[in-house]
């Protein structure tokens, strides 16, 4: 099983300051990587899929970039509305699949 | 754009039988998988299993023999049913639409196993 880790747990930032989230896997994934957004009693939002690949309705702030075994989710000109716990996914294999633990984001 | 509504039994004993069912609507059911996912504090995010529009399942290695996805295409609706569940179940619940990139999600559905 491919072991996604996530970095730091927890990171506070300044609204209008940039948000900077890493994800590291336990072996190459080359880009098969999507990064989900989940904020308190909701589900899971995409993101971002393909590492980079922002998903339909997302703001241009949320950022990817990273292949092979590291990771970055950036979020620029942070909002009180970032607030959430984010989560890195690897689907390298189909239906072996991990998540990461989460990064939470909180607004100073 | 695609919704998924859910709704089940939240509350079971042990050796009970956890039953959900999601259903999709302003889209198409045809052409995706559609899968079922939990998530617990323990073991973070699981993949529990999936089914494809002609009903092609697949599930968990570790849950397999208890475990039975299902779909109604007359309704676009899709169901879970876990068997002799016990604490280790105890999760919050989620149907969402993908193999890979899951989206969207349904709303969630917060399963316990007491006695």
């Known amino acids: 099983e491919i072991v996604m880790t996530q970095s730091p747990a927890t990171l506070s930032v300044s609204p209008g300051e940039r948000a900077t989230l890493s994800c590291r896997a336990s072996q190459g994934i080359i880009t098969n990587l999507a990064w989900y957004q989940q904020k308190p009693g909701q589900a899971p939002r995409l993101l971002i899929y393909?590492?980079?690949t922002r998903a339909t309705g997302i703001s241009a702030r949320f950022s990817g970039s990273g292949s092979g075994t590291e990771f970055t989710l950036t979020i620029n000109s942070l909002q009180s509305e970032d607030s959430a716990v984010y989560y890195c996914?690897?689907?390298?294999?189909?239906?072996?699949?991990?998540f990461g633990q989460g990064t939470k984001v909180e607004i100073k | 754009q695609v919704q998924l509504q859910q709704w089940g039994t939240g509350l079971l004993k042990p050796s009970e039988t956890l039953s959900l069912t999601c259903a999709v609507s302003?889209?198409?059911?045809?052409?995706?998988?559609w899968v079922w996912i939990r998530q617990s504090s323990g073991r973070g995010m699981e993949w529990i299993g999936e089914?494809?529009?002609?009903?092609?399942?697949t599930y968990r290695p570790s849950l397999k023999g208890r475990v039975t996805i299902s779909l109604d295409t007359s309704k676009n609706q899709f169901s879970l049913r876990l068997t002799s569940v016990t604490a280790a179940d105890t999760a919050m619940y989620y149907c969402?639409?993908?193999?890979?990139?899951?989206?969207?999600w349904g709303q969630g559905t917060l399963v316990t196993v007491s006695s």
């Open positions: 393909g590492a980079s």
């Open positions: 996914q690897q689907y390298n294999d189909w239906f072996s699949w991990t």
């Open positions: 089914i494809n529009h002609n009903g092609g399942t």
């Open positions: 969402a639409r993908g193999r890979l990139v899951i989206d969207p």
């Open positions: 302003n889209g198409s059911f045809s052409g995706h998988y």
